[in-house]
């Protein structure tokens, strides 16, 4: 796993490299010139929408979590962005690290279901917000035809498997394979001990949405305000960089962006890529690619910073937690981490 990790890593920095050949080193520091100091702005900006999103994942916790501070839940969510952000593991390596920090009370059932259901939430988020915008201002803007099938297609496609996902929550199935398997004897005491773990999770999903019905829907609200915040940002760099800042423009830029990184969720690194779909991105809305390349290297810079602050509030809350602990400290977080793996 390790090898296809660097092997990833490579081939993101080969892609981003040739980017950069086919744009023009010389444009593309040409842009960064004129964005300078701009930068910082740009990358406090952007922070902001990590607060948006920690509200939206409150509302996904489930029983004693959902007393938890709100300064505890959002460090937990930077932590795990920030494992996001500098791990090959296609946003899911975060994702456990999130589930584990907030297992620490040994509620491993129900910080892995609060951590599918703000999957769930993340993911609606993201397409109604795709779906709104282009209601909204896409039709503004001349698209190549071909974008407007793929955009169409991908979107519907997209919403069933979200909504398959939904329901296999909902009715406790996530498991059913796995029980079913266990049922025939197929498989030996892993899958077994496998078929318990995912049927807890499962009874813990049922019971979230039976007893917080009305969450998701608030949760999906506070993620696409987080979406929507990125507007700003966007047509800050806009006004920086071109002096023409356009809301209707920004707003495509989020647009189209978001859904490439739904249709890309599943490639382990998202470096080369994410740059990549951000210069088809503006230059599908008639700039120049090195335009589109210094958002995008703006872009890895503001996730670069934020990820360096959650990599250290990730070390802070481990540290605390191996003072809580009663076992060593390494044996202790290496058993919650395990246990969150399994759960997930």
């Not at 803007?141 to 071909?146: D, G, K, V």
């Not at 909504?163 to 899958?191: E, T």
């Not at 001990?193 to 829907?217: G, I, N, S």
Request: proline fraction near 3%; charged fraction near 10%; aromatic fraction near 12%.
């Amino acid at each position: 796993m390790r090898k296809f990790h660097l092997f990833m890593i490579a081939l993101g920095v080969f892609l981003f490299a040739f980017l950069v050949y086919a744009v023009g080193p010389a444009s593309l520091w040409r842009k960064l010139a004129i964005l300078g100091w701009g930068l910082v702005p740009l990358t406090l900006l952007e922070g902001l929408t990590e607060v948006f999103h920690a509200q939206g994942w409150r509302h996904c916790l489930s029983g004693s979590h959902r007393s938890l501070s709100f300064a505890r839940v959002f460090s937990i969510r930077l932590a795990g962005s920030s494992i996001n952000h500098l791990t090959p593991t296609a946003g899911f390596g975060g994702e456990v690290t999130k589930g584990f920090l907030l297992a620490s009370d040994r509620m491993g059932a129900q910080a892995a279901a609060s951590v599918i259901v703000d999957k769930l939430s993340q993911a609606l988020a993201q397409l109604l917000f795709v779906v709104g915008g282009s209601c909204a201002v896409l039709w503004k803007i001349t698209l190549p035809h071909t974008l407007w099938v793929a955009l169409i297609t991908g979107t519907l496609l997209l919403l069933a498997g979200v909504i398959g996902f939904f329901i296999v929550q909902k009715y406790g199935k996530l498991g059913a394979v796995v029980r079913w398997a266990v049922a025939h004897r197929l498989g030996g005491s892993g899958l077994r001990k496998a078929a318990l773990h995912m049927t807890q999770v499962d009874d813990a999903l049922q019971l979230f949405y039976r007893v917080h019905p009305l969450d998701l829907p608030l949760s999906i609200l506070w993620h696409i305000m987080a979406l929507a915040w990125s507007i700003v940002p966007a047509y800050c760099f806009l006004m920086f960089l071109t002096g023409r800042p356009s809301l209707s423009v920004a707003t495509a830029i989020i647009c189209l962006g978001t859904w490439f990184n739904l249709v890309t969720f599943a490639i382990p690194v998202d470096f080369g890529v994410q740059e990549t779909a951000r210069v088809i991105v503006f230059t599908v809305l008639g700039f120049h690619s090195a335009t589109g390349l210094t958002y995008g290297v703006a872009l890895r810079f503001e996730q670069l910073f934020w990820a360096g602050i959650g990599l250290a509030v990730y070390g802070m809350l481990v540290a605390r937690m191996k003072e809580r602990k009663t076992l060593p400290a390494g044996e202790a977080t290496s058993q919650d981490k395990e246990a969150v793996w399994k759960q997930l």
